[in-house]
């Protein structure tokens, strides 16, 4: 459905239920590391995959980043959750999670993968609950480390042309932790959360 639109009133809908699985996430990451997580807010949009490095605003200026990617399915909903996890984290990733000794490529993937697995697996959880459906998810893959985003971007080209954005800037208080959860999804899944929503519009 090349000619769906994002309404204003949908816009607020999914921003309203994004905020929900958002918080629950913050609330999980900031159990799990004992340190308060300043909660994003949630940006909606629907772009052009060109668009996308640009909208990227907490790892805009990052020199370098690592990423990881996640597909998820149900209810005729489809799309994947990507990761971006600003390079000079991992220093103080470490830290909070209590590791000591050589933070080796293979330390930063392990890090990287622990808190993809959280903040997508709890946003996702969030987001399927109030909609009443269940996500399946892919297994989590890395796309690049210590690259830039445009690059990042490159390899990741699904077949999709236009998309539904939710992005979730999370950054962690006094510390230099900053990753972009992007939830993106296929431009089919729009008209579906359209009719799933429609309750929460009337």
């Known amino acids: 459905?090349?000619?769906?639109?994002?309404d204003?009133?949908?816009?607020?809908?999914?921003?309203?239920?994004?905020?929900?699985?958002?918080?629950?996430?913050a609330d999980l990451l900031a159990r799990l590391l004992d340190t308060f997580v300043i909660m994003p807010i949630?940006?909606?949009?629907?772009?052009?995959?060109?668009?996308?490095?640009?909208?990227?605003?907490?790892v805009q200026g990052s020199?370098?980043?690592?990423?990881?990617?996640?597909?998820?399915?149900?209810?005729?909903?489809?799309?994947?959750?990507?990761?971006i996890f600003n390079d000079a984290s991992f220093t103080d990733m470490a830290e909070l999670t209590h590791f000591e000794g050589e933070i080796t490529e293979q330390i930063e993937l392990e890090l990287l993968m622990d808190i993809a697995n959280i903040?997508?697996?709890?946003?996702?959880?969030?987001?399927a609950e109030q909609l009443d459906i269940?996500?399946?998810q892919g297994q989590p893959y890395l796309l690049g480390q210590h690259i830039n985003i445009d690059e990042l971007l490159?390899?990741?080209?699904?077949?999709?042309k236009r998309l539904l954005t939710i992005e979730l800037p999370y950054k962690l208080e006094g510390r230099l932790?900053?990753?972009?959860?992007l939830l993106l999804f296929t431009n089919d899944s729009l008209a579906i959360l359209r009719d799933k929503v429609s309750y929460m519009l009337e």
């Open 134 to 136: 269940s996500f399946s």
């Open 119 to 127: 903040l997508i697996g709890a946003c996702l959880k969030g987001l």
């Open 1 to 6: 459905m090349d000619n769906e639109v994002l």
């Open 63 to 83: 020199h370098s980043v690592s990423a990881v990617c996640q597909g998820f399915t149900g209810s005729k909903i489809s799309g994947e959750a990507l990761l």
């Open 8 to 25: 204003e009133d949908l816009r607020d809908c999914i921003q309203e239920l994004s905020n929900v699985a958002v918080g629950r996430a």
């Open 42 to 58: 949630p940006v909606v949009n629907l772009m052009e995959r060109a668009e996308l490095s640009m909208a990227l605003s907490s």
């Open 154 to 160: 490159n390899k990741n080209q699904s077949g999709w």
């Open 177 to 181: 932790v900053n990753c972009d959860l």
